[in-house]
């Protein structure tokens, strides 16, 4: 029964419960304890050793109905010719066991001859949908259809009326079986590779290149978004807190035990102050950059946990800091608002960095500190203008580290009208940045120490 | 050798009779995961809306299984010295004074200062021993000679070092004292471990666990709830209470109430000698189990519609 269990946590972790070996362990222990007598226990047992959020819960028991559901060979098999006189014996000689269990109508005997033809063609491998046929064929092989077959052309060659019936009772009772299995096959897809291809497309949008990213991508893009600014969250709050930690404070120590005349019981440790990163993002949000800025920002702004202080400026002729819009309201809707330009006064025209960094310079120098990173996302393409990189310059030598981001691949970094080479003196890094890969690299360099 | 838990906990239904005589009615879901902790010697991580009975479910077996009740209470901050032990460094600092002497005298009998390190070393570990440990609710419950319960409370308050730090304790029954040594669990405790949700607990922690979700009950169990835990309550009464919290946690309210309000409500009922809800009645006792101005709002609107829909 244990290959059962398995092939329940593999259809489980299919339909997107998380499972470990240990707690595989735990569910077949317990199984072991409640045994398969009654269905609602062992219901029960499986989603208290397997699934471990609310959530999960239910997955689990839509999983458990579909797994353990047995319709199989429940509706009889259409008997075209019921009425007919039974057949004589001495027609089909040599009845296979397969033939019986049809003509005996024998449920139980049917199902378990399927899946255990079902279990020795390893069913829980099935991953495409193309595999179906391929899998119902070999399980009818193994059945022993191909005898039903011989049996239903033997009785063809022999001509009463008799003979005719019988074939006729043969082939309806072939029909139904092969409906049946197909349908198990299709169970049993549904149940180890339904999710497959949703898995599938997640790895590929990571990957895929922003600009080039269908409307109708976004919600599941926002979802794995939210997944990886989870996973960050927790990764780097928990090192943080762990980080410098145990080194004696000795000043500290003589001070706090002066009230135990001098003896050094309670030790006090030195703790650094942790510094959160501060960051200020100066995007270009001309149509060409648009798409990864957004990302970019849904990114920032789900991390704002981590991160004290964020500072956002948007330009394209002119700049502009924003970070009041976005904080106030969820990123879509900041963007639209931005790009609409209702409120603020952005100028839509042709990019202009040399005008934009003057802009910044001007207006927000005192934004950067030496404690901040400046993450410039743009193409540096200018039209042509005078780059002026000197603006660039002023914000590079206050800041900690500036980090460019560049949503071309690398090898249009410098053709045409992109200015990149001149602004290259005043910056510590640039990436290449047009995929969420990229923006998580980035993320997870930001934040880690 | 069978655990004192299994002794009495001998199939599901045995559980689920003994939670009722200490009147904790369970249905039978909490039951055997109650059941499968005390064979399979697992925690149980019992979450679900706050005042549905998680604390309840650990006092009750408790209490059904006489065994002391050993109780933790998480909050932001709980570190190892509340949670496990502490030196009783007061008692420390005072067996040297008044040892003081005698310590002179070991030392002084030694020539030389390397003899009288030597001498000291052999003394020192006799301030880190059992008498001058203070042992905290965690140590507590693994040195229990016949098995504790052990009520870990609301673990979604604490931080992760300490969840993370709990996880030696909950798979192997075991800690480390760096100065005695690991200490091993006498008779495994029963552990429970409560949340709320307020975070995400981590994976860690919850594959170690039976995870148990307490939901609001039907119904038919809530009724059988208030009658065992108001005895005094009449039969339509109780029906009609349950009809009518059963309504308002459909509302979309801040908080809807739970089980523990139902009772408050219920007793509140019998000491105004209530034989049937009318809405006047209803909207005076309202505050009993809306806890919240602008729910108050939200049902007082439709009070009269749901004492009616409940009498009937």
């Known amino acids: 029964m244990e290959r059962v269990l398995e092939d329940f946590v593999t259809a489980a972790r299919t339909a997107g419960v998380r499972i470990s070996i240990s707690e595989t362990l735990d569910a077949v222990r317990a199984v072991k304890v409640v045994g398969y007598r009654d269905r609602a226990l062992l219901k029960d047992a499986l989603a208290v050793s397997l699934a471990k959020t609310a959530g999960e819960k239910t997955i689990l028991e839509d999983c458990f109905e579909r797994f353990f559901a047995f319709r199989l060979f429940a509706a009889a098999p259409d008997r075209a010719c019921k009425d007919a006189a039974m057949p004589s014996p001495s027609l089909v000689q040599t009845k296979s066991s397969l033939v019986r269990l049809l003509m005996e109508e024998d449920r139980a005997g049917l199902i378990g001859a399927m899946t255990e033809a079902a279990r020795l063609e390893n069913i829980s491998q099935i991953k495409y949908f193309t595999q179906r046929s391929l899998f119902a064929l070999r399980i009818l092989a193994r059945m022993g259809a191909g005898g039903l077959d011989g049996q239903i052309q033997a009785l063809g060659r022999i001509d009463t009326p008799a003979a005719a019936a019988e074939k006729a009772r043969l082939e309806s009772a072939k029909a139904y079986l092969v409906d049946n299995v197909r349908n198990y096959v299709q169970s049993q897809y549904d149940l180890f590779a339904r999710n497959e291809g949703e898995r599938r497309l997640e790895s590929e949008l990571r990957l895929v290149k922003l600009s080039n990213l269908e409307q109708r991508y976004f919600a599941r893009i926002h979802n794995i978004i939210q997944r990886m600014v989870k996973r960050l969250n927790d990764l780097h709050s928990r090192r943080r807190k762990a980080a410098r930690r145990g080194v004696l404070d000795f000043k500290r120590t003589l001070r706090e035990n002066i009230s135990y005349q001098g003896m050094l019981f309670a030790p006090s440790w030195k703790r650094k102050k942790i510094e959160r990163p501060q960051i200020v993002v100066i995007c270009d949000i001309s149509r060409s950059v648009l798409r990864t800025v957004r990302f970019l920002l849904l990114f920032l702004y789900g991390l704002n946990q981590e991160i004290a202080k964020i500072r956002t400026f948007v330009f394209c002729t002119n700049l502009v800091e924003v970070s009041d819009i976005l904080g106030n309201s969820p990123v879509d809707e900041a963007l639209a608002r931005i790009q609409g330009g209702t409120d603020i006064p952005l100028i839509m025209g042709r990019t202009d960095y040399e005008r934009s960094f003057g802009d910044f310079r001007r207006d927000h120098l005192a934004a950067v500190t030496r404690k901040t990173t400046v993450l410039v996302l743009g193409d540096a393409r200018n039209n042509y203008n005078d780059p002026h990189p000197e603006n660039l310059r002023a914000i590079y030598e206050r800041c900690k580290r500036l980090i460019w981001l560049n949503p071309e691949v690398p090898a249009f970094w410098g053709s045409g009208d992109s200015e990149i080479g001149h602004y290259k003196p005043y910056y510590t890094m640039i990436k290449e940045c047009n995929t969420l890969e990229h923006i998580e690299r980035l993320i997870s360099a930001l934040v880690r120490r | ?312």
């Open chain 2, 1 to 312: 050798m069978k655990s004192r838990y299994e002794e009495q906990f001998i199939s599901i239904e045995t559980v689920l009779e003994n939670l009722r005589d200490v009147a904790y009615i369970a249905n039978r879901q909490m039951a055997m995961t109650v059941y499968l902790a005390c064979r399979l010697e697992k925690p149980i991580l019992v979450e679900g809306p706050a005042g549905v009975g998680k604390t309840e479910l650990a006092k009750a077996t408790a209490a059904c299984l006489q065994l002391p009740l050993i109780r933790l209470q998480c909050y932001e901050g709980l570190d190892e010295s509340k949670a496990l032990y502490e030196w009783k460094y007061g008692k420390q600092l005072l067996y040297t004074q008044l040892l003081k002497d005698k310590m002179d005298d070991i030392i002084s009998r030694g020539n030389g200062f390397k003899t009288a390190m030597d001498k000291l070393h052999q003394y020192d570990d006799i301030f880190f021993s059992w008498p001058f440990l203070e042992p905290r609710p965690l140590l507590k419950a693994l040195q229990e000679k016949n098995g504790c319960v052990l009520l870990i409370d609301e673990i979604d308050k604490s931080d992760d070092e300490f969840e993370a730090f709990l996880l030696e304790i909950l798979s192997d029954f075991q800690v480390s004292v760096p100065e005695i040594g690991t200490v091993q669990a006498v008779t495994k405790p029963l552990v429970f471990l409560t949340s709320n949700n307020t975070r995400e607990l981590s994976e860690a922690l919850k594959r170690r666990c039976l995870h148990l979700y307490i939901p609001f009950p039907e119904a038919a169990l809530e009724r059988e709830i208030i009658r065992r835990r108001v005895p005094d309550i009449s039969e339509h009464l109780a029906h009609q209470v349950v009809n009518f919290i059963q309504d308002v946690r459909k509302l979309d309210l801040k908080k809807v109430p739970s089980i523990s309000e139902t009772i408050d409500w219920a007793r509140v009922l019998m000491i105004l000698h209530a034989e049937t809800l009318d809405p006047a009645l209803v909207r005076d006792t309202l505050n009993i189990f809306i806890k919240f101005e602008d729910d108050v709002g939200v049902v007082a609107e439709k009070v009269h519609q749901l004492t009616a829909m409940a009498v009937n």
